[in-house]
C-alpha cells in the first residue's frame, strides 16, 4: 500500500487532514526536482562570485533553460527544505496543544474525584477518563504517521535526489524534537490514579510470611512492539495501578533500573541458564534511579524442575557493602546480630535465612571466579495493587544490554562501568522491543486468570517468547567468542538488524545461505518459536500475536493492518471485507467445514484453527508448559485404542473362521454380518487412534493452549459399538424364538 492511500485512510476525523504533514504537496516537490537533474556541490571550493552564473545540472543543461510553465517558482529544493521545516513545527505544535488539552481534562477529573456521591456521578467521571485516555491513544498515532510519513518523504527524497541528501541530518533533528523524544506519561500515571480511585483499591496486608494451602504461580514473557506501547499500558492500568518505587519522583510511569550479571570466562552461568540445568543460578547486582547506585540488591535466581519454575531469593545492602560481598570479606555475624537489634527487629528465622542466603552467596562467587559480565539497562513501569501478587506485571522500554568486560576492576572496587564512558558498537546492542512480563498467583479454589489478562493475551499486541532472558540475549550478542550456544529467538527476523548493528552476525546465518535461513538447533525442528519468523519467513509485517491469525498471516491472506484492534473505544486498524474473505477462504482451504465429519472430529473444525474477521481476538496466546510424560501419555492412549480395536478385530475374525460361508442358516448368515460390522467398527478404532495421535502429538509440539481432548470421538465410536451389541442381542433373541417357535411346531406334527 502506498503511503499516500495509508496517510487518507488513517487521518482522525477529529483532527482533519491539514493537522498532517502535506505529503502530496512534498511528494511533487521532489518530483519536479528530480527532472532538473540538479548537480552536485563542489565541496572543495570555498570562493563564491555573486556575478556567475549557476553551473549546469547533471544533464549539461542550465536550470533556467527550463520554463517556468514546466517547473514553477515553487519547485524548488530550498522549497523543499523550507516546506519540510514548517511541518515538522505544526505536528510539533500541534502534538503540544493536544497533550496540554489531555492534561487539562485530567486536572478538571482529579477535582471531581473528591465529589463523588452516586453511582451516576461516577460513571460519568469514568467515561470522561476514558474519552481522555482514547484521546491521548489517537495523539500518539497521529505521531507515529507523521513519524513514518517523514521517514518515507525523505527517503524518497534521497532516491531521487542523491546529489543532496538530507534523510540523516532531519531524522536526527526528529529525534531531538519534543513531539518525538518528549515524555508524556505522566498523562499514564495520573490516568492510573483516577483508575484506582474509581474501582476504590485497597492496600492489602503485608502476608508475604504467610503460608498458602494451594496456589498456582506463572510467569510469561511477551515481546510488544513500539508502537503498542501505549496501548498495552492503558488495557493493563484500567484494572491495575502503576506501581512506583519508593525512589520514584512519580513524575514518570517508569524507572530506570540496572542490573550487572555476574559469570566466570566460560560463562558457566550463562551456559547453565541457557540449557536450563537443574539448579542452575544467575547472580545479579541491581540498583534502581539513573543516578550512581546507593541501595543495591543482590538477588539468586535458582532453576528448578518443577512447576514452580524458578526460585528468586535477594537482600538488600549499601553500595560500600557490594566489594565485600565481591571479595568474600562481608561480615555476616555481625550483619546478622544488627538484624536481630532492635533497629531492624527481624525474626530468628528471617536472620538463619539471611546468612544462609549470604553465606552461599559469597561461596559461589569466590569459588565460580564470578566477575561483572553483562548489565541490563531499562525503563520499567511496575503495576501491582501493593501486597497483592495475584497479578504483577511490568513493562521494560528501552531496554539495551552493556558488555562488563574489558576494564580495570581494581579488586572488585569499578564493579559497573564508568557511566561518563563511551561504549563501542559491539559493547552494547539495543533490543527494538519492550517486554513485558506478567506473573500470577492463584490461590484458593479459583485457579483461573482474570478475564482481563486473558484479554490482553488475545488482544494481538503481545508476542509471547519462551523463557526469553536478557541476560542471555546479551551475552549471546555482545559474547559471540566465548558462547557454545545461543538461544533460539536471535533467528528472529525482528532483530536481526540489531544483532548485526552490535556486530553480533557470527552467531547468525548467513543472509545468502539457501540450504537454511535459522541456526542448528530447536528453530530447524519447530517452526512456532520465532514470533515474527526469520529470514526466509520473515512476518515482521504481518504477525500480529499469538492469536488465531498468526497462522493466516503467516500464510500471507492477511496482514496486520487488516487486523482490527479495538482498545479503548478505537479502532487502531481498519479490518475491511477483503481481509475477512481471505481468511474465510483460508479456513475452508485449510480444514474440513462443521459437518458431520468435523463435529466427530473437532481437530477439524473451524473453531480448533482459526476464525473469521470477526471473531480475530477469540485464541488464547499462552502457551502451556509441557511435561516429558505428555508425550508418552499421548503415545500410551493410542496404543490402549489399538488394544480395543485388535480385540474387537480378533472376535469378528472368529466368528467369520467359525462359520460356514456356504449355508442357508439365517443365524450362520447373520453371524456373518455382524462379524463385518465389528472388523468395521475396529478398522475406525484404528483409523481414529491413528488420527487423534497425531493430531494431538502436533498440538504438544507446537504447545498450543486449549483442549487437547476429543470430547465427542469416543462417544460416536461407543455408540455405534453399543449399537452393534444392542441390535446383535435383539437379533438373537429375535432367531431363538423363532427357532423355538418352529420347533414347537414340529413337535405337535
Known amino acids: 500500500m502506498k503511503f499516500r492511500q495509508h496517510l487518507s485512510e488513517n487521518v482522525a476525523p477529529e483532527y482533519g487532514f491539514d493537522a498532517y504533514l502535506a505529503y502530496e504537496r512534498l511528494d511533487e516537490i521532489i518530483r519536479v526536482v528530480s527532472q532538473t537533474a540538479p548537480a552536485s556541490a563542489d565541496l572543495t571550493n570555498r570562493q563564491v562570485s555573486l556575478t556567475m552564473p549557476p553551473p549546469t545540472n547533471a544533464q549539461g543543461v542550465l536550470p533556467q533553460s527550463r520554463s517556468k510553465e514546466n517547473i514553477g517558482a515553487d519547485y524548488t529544493d530550498e522549497n523543499f527544505l523550507k516546506t519540510m521545516d514548517e511541518q515538522m513545527a505544526k505536528v510539533e505544535s500541534f502534538t503540544l496543544e493536544q497533550v496540554t488539552a489531555l492534561r487539562a481534562s485530567l486536572k478538571q477529573i482529579e477535582g471531581e474525584l473528591s465529589s463523588l456521591t452516586t453511582e451516576k456521578m461516577r ?127 512519580g513524575e514518570s510511569d517508569s524507572q530506570m533500573t540496572n542490573s550487572v550479571y555476574l559469570d566466570n570466562d566460560q560463562l558457566e552461568l550463562y551456559h547453565g541458564r541457557l540449557d536450563k540445568t537443574p539448579g542452575a ?59 536481630m537489634g532492635n533497629s531492624l527487629g527481624k525474626s530468628q528465622e528471617e536472620a538463619d535465612e539471611f546468612e544462609t542466603l549470604a553465606s552461599e552467596i559469597t561461596q559461589v562467587i569466590s569459588s565460580k571466579q564470578l566477575v561483572p559480565t553483562m548489565r ?34 581494581k579488586g572488585m572496587r569499578n564493579w559497573h562501568r564508568d557511566p561518563s564512558s563511551v561504549l563501542a558498537a559491539n559493547e552494547i546492542t539495543r533490543f527494538p522491543h519492550a517486554v513485558l512480563e506478567i506473573k500470577l498467583e492463584l490461590t484458593g479454589s479459583n485457579m483461573t486468570p482474570p478475564k482481563w489478562v486473558t484479554d490482553l493475551q488475545n488482544s494481538g499486541m503481545l508476542y509471547e517468547v519462551h523463557k526469553f532472558s536478557k541476560f542471555i540475549h546479551g551475552c549471546a550478542i555482545l559474547l559471540p567468542e566465548d558462547v557454545q550456544s545461543v538461544p533460539y529467538w536471535v533467528d528472529d527476523a525482528s532483530i536481526r538488524e540489531s544483532i548485526i548493528a552490535s556486530d553480533g552476525q557470527r552467531i547468525l546465518v548467513d543472509a545468502n545461505s539457501i540450504s537454511s535461513h535459522v541456526g542448528p538447533g530447536s528453530n530447524q525442528i519447530y517452526n512456532h518459536l520465532l514470533p515474527f519468523g526469520h529470514m526466509g519467513d520473515d512476518r515482521v509485517s504481518s504477525a500480529v500475536g499469538r492469536t488465531s491469525t498468526s497462522k493466516a498471516a503467516s500464510a500471507g491472506y492477511i496482514h496486520a493492518e487488516d487486523v482490527q484492534k479495538d482498545y479503548g473505544g478505537i479502532n487502531f486498524y481498519d479490518a475491511d471485507v477483503e481481509g475477512a474473505d481471505l481468511v474465510e477462504s483460508a479456513v475452508h482451504d485449510d480444514c474440513c467445514d462443521d459437518t458431520c465429519l468435523g463435529w466427530v472430529f473437532p481437530c477439524c473444525t473451524r473453531d480448533n484453527i482459526f476464525r473469521t474477521a470477526a471473531e480475530l481476538n477469540v485464541a488464547p496466546t499462552s502457551v502451556q508448559k509441557i511435561e516429558p510424560k505428555v508425550f508418552f501419555a499421548n503415545e500410551r492412549t493410542y496404543l490402549h485404542w489399538l488394544h480395543h480395536a485388535i480385540v474387537l478385530a480378533s472376535v469378528a475374525s472368529g466368528i467369520l473362521a467359525f462359520t460356514d460361508q456356504d449355508t442357508e442358516d439365517r443365524q450362520m448368515k447373520w453371524a456373518i454380518y455382524y462379524a463385518l460390522a465389528l472388523l468395521t467398527i475396529s478398522l475406525w478404532f484404528c483409523v481414529y487412534a491413528l488420527h487423534i495421535y497425531l493430531w494431538r502429538a502436533e498440538r504438544i509440539k507446537t504447545r498450543i493452549p486449549g483442549h487437547w481432548d476429543d470430547p465427542r470421538g469416543p462417544l460416536v465410536l461407543g455408540f455405534v459399538l453399543v449399537v452393534a451389541l444392542a441390535v446383535n442381542f435383539v437379533t438373537k433373541l429375535y432367531l431363538i424364538a423363532t427357532a423355538t417357535t418352529s420347533d414347537s411346531t414340529l413337535t405337535e406334527l
Not at 495493587?385 to 568486560?405: G, K, Q
Open 123 to 249: 460513571s460519568n467521571v469514568e467515561n470522561q477518563t476514558d474519552k481522555v485516555a482514547e484521546d491521548f491513544l489517537r495523539l500518539e498515532k497521529y505521531v507515529n504517521i507523521n513519524f513514518m510519513g517523514f521517514h518515507k518523504i525523505l527517503k524518497k527524497h534521497d532516491k531521487h535526489i542523491p546529489s543532496k541528501p538530507i534523510k540523516a541530518f532531519y531524522v536526527n533533528r526528529m529525534h531531538g524534537q519534543s513531539w518525538v523524544r518528549g515524555d508524556y506519561s505522566d498523562v499514564v500515571v495520573r490516568l492510573s490514579s483516577i483508575y484506582s480511585s474509581l474501582r476504590n483499591d485497597q492496600v492489602n496486608v503485608d502476608n508475604t510470611g504467610s503460608k498458602s494451602q494451594s496456589f498456582l504461580r506463572s510467569t510469561t514473557k511477551y515481546w510488544v512492539k513500539t508502537e503498542d506501547v501505549s496501548r498495552v499500558k492503558y488495557a493493563i492500568l484500567r484494572h491495575l495501578p502503576v506501581f512506583l518505587q519508593k525512589t520514584s519522583t
Open 281 to 339: 543460578i544467575a547472580l545479579r547486582l541491581r540498583w534502581y534511579g539513573a543516578g550512581d547506585p546507593k541501595v543495591v540488591f543482590v538477588e539468586r535466581k535458582t532453576h528448578r524442575e518443577k512447576w514452580t519454575g524458578e526460585v528468586s531469593e535477594k537482600k538488600e545492602i549499601d553500595e560500600s557493602e557490594v566489594h565485600q560481598v565481591m571479595t568474600n570479606t562481608y561480615n555476616i555475624a555481625e550483619k546478622k546480630s544488627e538484624m
Open 376 to 409: 541490563t539497562q531499562y525503563m520499567r513501569t511496575a503495576f501491582q495493587i501493593p501486597f497483592d501478587a495475584t497479578v504483577r506485571v511490568s513493562l521494560d522500554t528501552n531496554l539495551c544490554m552493556i558488555s562488563e568486560r574489558g576494564y580495570d576492576l
